[in-house]
């Protein structure tokens, strides 16, 4: 595992972008693996400089997003499906065919989880997977206690997860009660993976991933587990 700590969020997106754009350049056919929340919102706005200015394109990319509410239609403000149109897609030129989000309205929620491995595995895995990290150490929407090997699957959301997206709704009530998320598993398959943190509030979860020891309470310790780990993040998260 990698560490890059930087001073600010600006910069941390900055980098996260260049790491991208780099990957872009390199493999045009590049398989993103993308995650909402406010922390990757800057590294999505760098991505979208660059596309402007002419350094990359998404035309020949794909995108596979982690997670997404149960019950949310895509057109929810509050869905993810909904937060990647706005803060990504529609200002690229990634074709729609290739950008995959978990269906958080589908009939068999099991069934959509099994599509969703087969969609990963059909594009022949993620070649750079994005993370942001949950106060209490979550990836996606893999709570403490998910099993390491754990693939895409339903959860219910923790309370410490729902008050804690409860300020992008009307009332904690509206928050939904279950997701579909990739699981650790499925992540660590990515060939390489980019977590970032930042601002105080994952000094805790951060200071459990420094001791470098996989622990289930603290999901994203599952990372030790994986040769190609690059984490960055500000000082306020990082701590001493
Ligand atoms: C989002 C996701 C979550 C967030 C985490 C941090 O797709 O999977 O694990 O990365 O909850 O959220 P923010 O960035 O809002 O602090």
């Given at each position: 595992m990698r560490w890059h700590v930087v001073e600010s969020y600006e910069e941390m997106s900055r980098k996260a972008a260049a790491f991208f754009i780099e990957a872009l350049q390199?493999?045009?056919?590049?398989?993103?693996?993308?995650?909402?929340?406010?922390t990757p919102v800057g590294t999505y706005q760098e991505l979208i400089r660059a596309f402007r200015e002419g350094k990359i394109s998404f035309q020949q990319?794909?995108?596979v997003n982690l997670d997404e509410y149960a019950g949310l239609p895509p057109d929810h403000p509050q869905s993810y499906a909904y937060f990647m149109e706005s803060e990504l897609f529609a200002h690229v030129d990634m074709p729609s065919h290739h950008?995959?989000?978990?269906?958080?309205?589908?009939p068999d929620l099991d069934e959509e989880c099994r599509r969703y491995e087969e969609v990963i595995a059909d594009l022949g895995g993620v070649d750079v997977q994005l993370l942001g990290i949950g106060v209490n150490g979550h990836i996606g929407f893999n709570e403490p206690g998910t099993p390491f090997d754990a693939r895409t699957h339903v959860v219910e959301l923790t309370s410490s997860t729902r008050q804690a997206n409860a300020r992008f709704f009307d009332s904690l009530e509206e928050v939904p009660t279950h997701a579909i998320t990739m699981g650790l598993?499925?992540?660590?398959?990515?060939?390489h993976?980019?977590?970032?943190?930042?601002g105080p509030s994952k000094r805790e979860a951060i200071?459990?991933?420094?001791?470098?020891?996989?622990?289930?309470?603290?999901p994203a310790t599952c990372l030790w587990l994986h040769d190609h780990v690059d984490v960055m993040v500000d000082r306020e998260a990082y701590g001493e």
């Open positions: 390199e493999n045009p056919r590049l398989v993103l693996g993308l995650a909402t929340g406010s990319a794909f995108a950008r995959h989000i978990p269906k958080g309205l589908a598993g499925t992540i660590r398959e990515a060939r993976i980019l977590l970032l943190a930042s200071q459990a991933l420094r001791k470098g020891e996989p622990d289930p309470q603290w």
